[in-house]
């Protein structure tokens, strides 16, 4: 008899990674949980330990603190100090979930790791592993996998790509699991407050400031470009007498430049460190590209720099977007398949 497959489950004691790891299991795969072990000095017992408990399996938690304040904090914080606006999750997706601890969980004797993520992988008629969108519209994390790129995918699960939300709550419940079950995180994970806390209590002595610019005329004083980030009108100390929002950062003058909210309409952008996962389907051409998680996808079209290190992604006249924030990531899609993405750069041309 062959040897049954075994799974790692990345459990972070919520409903989706829970339900997850039922369904493996289920389904007659060998699994158990990892849990990253992001911030405490020495792993708590945590939820993701009782749902292990609860489903009958091994439960292991991976010290990633090293990493994670190096690859992911501190990318956060230099980002905006560089006046971007950093994606962590994207961020920490790439290099730790399915970087590290894929290569542990791998170390344990898995042949997979499996998250709870909405999101697909689905086959195509060549036989070729496509990432795709979530069965569930609203729920669809693709945006933020782009990162894993093709030889990762190989090595993926996502057991509820084709769910619905409602269906695995229901289900949790309906199966009696444990009620230490904890709710979605909303914002980043390492942010015990608001990203506006975290932002002052790292930059508060240390930011320099400088002038808010509205149409080429000092109209202010900022505090330090951390502080800021694009498409911003909240806790603009100027008054002139209208609404004014930050459409521009220049680090290299520590200057911050304001305009009126169509000021911050965009057809066209830079993308920079490309990560493709369809090569075959670039001829296509005819794309739809997201630029934040809860953006609306636009139809697009790309045009390659001369060394092919940077696309330019050129929208709709009709239709631009607003706010395109650099540091951000741009994923691509065709119909419903991950084709690339990249990090948005400064909106000069190529």
Same mark, same amino acid.
């Given at each position: ?10 459990m ?36 993701a ?18 990493q994670f ?54 086959s ?35 057991? =509820? ?6 269906? +695995? &709550?229901? @289900?949790?419940k309906?199966?009696?699991? #444990?009620?230490? /079950? ?12 608001t ?5 002052e ?79 075959d =389907? ?6 739809? +590209? &997201?630029? @934040? ?5 636009? #139809?697009?079209? /790309? ?7 940077t ?36 909106t000069?041309?190529?």
């Amino acid at each position: 008899m062959p040897k049954k497959k075994c799974a790692a489950v990345a459990m972070s004691g919520g409903v989706d990674s829970s339900y997850a790891a039922y369904l493996l299991k289920e389904s007659g795969y060998d699994i158990f949980g990892v849990t990253m072990n992001l911030f405490e000095q020495n792993a708590p017992e945590t939820s993701a330990a009782d749902i292990c408990k609860f489903l009958g399996i091994s439960h292991y938690f991976i010290d990633m603190r090293s990493q994670f304040n190096n690859i992911i904090i501190d990318d956060y914080t230099n980002g905006y100090c560089m006046g971007m606006t950093p994606n962590p999750c994207v961020k920490c997706n790439m290099y730790l979930k399915f970087g590290s601890l894929l290569e542990k969980s791998k170390l344990l004797g898995a042949d997979y790791l499996a998250t709870g993520h909405y999101a697909q992988i689905i086959s195509d008629t060549n036989g070729v592993k496509r990432l795709c969108k979530g069965y569930d519209e609203e729920k669809d994390q693709s945006y933020f996998l782009y990162g894993l790129g093709n030889e990762r995918i190989q090595e993926v699960l996502f057991p =509820l790509g084709a769910l619905q939300k409602s269906q +695995v &709550k229901q @289900r949790v419940k309906e199966l009696g699991f #444990p009620a230490v /079950i904890k709710p979605e995180s909303k914002d980043a994970c390492f942010l015990q407050g608001t990203h506006r806390s975290f932002i002052e209590n790292k930059f508060f002595a240390s930011a320099a400031p400088g002038n808010f610019i509205y149409h080429g005329k000092t109209v202010g004083i900022h505090k330090g470009i951390p502080f800021y980030t694009i498409g911003q009108r909240r806790g603009i100390s100027v008054s002139i007498g209208r609404p004014v929002y930050i459409h521009h950062i220049n680090k290299n003058t520590n200057e911050i430049h304001l305009g009126d909210r169509d000021d911050l309409y965009r057809e066209s952008f830079n993308v920079k460190q490309l990560i493709i996962l369809a090569p075959d =389907l670039l001829d296509k051409n005819e794309f739809t +590209v &997201k630029i @934040r998680y809860r953006a609306e996808s636009k #139809p697009c079209k /790309i045009h390659w720099s001369a060394d092919k290190n940077t696309i330019r992604v050129s929208i709709d006249q009709c239709s631009p977007f607003w706010g395109v924030t650099p540091g951000q990531s741009a994923v691509f899609f065709y119909d419903n398949i991950v084709i690339a993405g990249g990090i948005i750069d400064e909106t000069k041309p190529l």
